[in-house]
């Protein structure tokens, strides 16, 4: 399979522990997004990254919230002291120059 | 059409219709648009995409419109499928370095046997 895979698919940790995901692109795609969706709505952009460099974060982005993307391949997204608000699917894109976006199944988070 | 909390637009046709799935966008100067289909526990899956300086985009049984006057946007889906039934969303992506996506409200299709 050769379209964006995220690790785990499923999450789900108790109130105050620290949760790490991971984003396997497309190979080659430079261009890394991460998205967050609740039930009912649409995804809503978090950061975004060019090769390894982060260019922009949306202002959901709490400082709980680290994401990186060293080697500029596959990403991680951290959430520290993880609260119930939390609980979404987290999504991962990846493009390259032109704009469609292909999308990670996602991994669901729950935080009890 | 408008989402409210968790209650998406809903779309019920018999299997074998056409299906046609609206979308308002917020930004005039959004210069693309894509149209997903999520089906359930999975990512959104690209169906069609469209320039703003095109008003109409044809697929294989899809056509996207769009009406810069008004900034609506429709996705036609002929002779639906049971397969067709997911959440669609439309997305705009907005001038600028990062061009993220910005999703529109989604509208659940059920293809009613």
């Known amino acids: 399979d050769t379209g964006v895979s995220q690790n785990p698919r499923h999450k789900i940790t108790k109130r105050g522990q620290n949760v790490t995901f991971r984003c396997d692109p497309i190979?080659?795609?430079?261009?890394l997004y991460w998205y967050r969706q609740t039930l009912g709505q649409g995804p809503e952009f978090l950061t975004y990254?060019?090769?390894?460099?982060?260019?922009?974060k949306s202002r959901l982005l709490s400082d709980r919230f680290s994401a990186e993307r060293p080697k500029g391949s596959f990403s991680t997204l951290e959430i520290q002291r993880t609260e119930q608000g939390d609980s979404a699917m987290y999504l991962c894109?990846?493009?390259?120059?032109?704009?469609?976006?292909?999308f990670g199944p996602g991994t669901r988070l729950t935080v009890l | 059409g408008e989402s409210v909390g968790l209650h998406l637009p809903t779309l019920s046709v018999q299997e074998g219709d056409n299906s046609i799935i609206n979308c308002a966008y917020s930004?005039?100067?959004?210069?693309?648009f894509i149209w997903y289909k999520q089906e359930s526990g999975k990512g959104p899956q690209f169906i069609i995409d469209i320039r703003s300086n095109m008003d109409k985009r044809q697929g294989q049984r899809v056509t996207v419109l769009l009406n810069k006057t008004v900034k609506h946007l429709s996705l036609q889906i002929a002779a639906t499928q049971p397969g067709d039934s997911a959440v669609y969303f439309c997305a705009e992506l907005l001038p600028g370095s990062a061009r993220q996506l910005t999703f529109g409200s989604g509208t659940q299709l059920t293809v009613l046997p």
């Open positions: 190979s080659e795609h430079n261009r």
């Open positions: 990254f060019q090769n390894e460099a982060q260019l922009e």
């Open positions: 930004n005039s100067a959004s210069d693309y």
């Open positions: 894109a990846s493009s390259t120059g032109t704009e469609i976006e292909f």
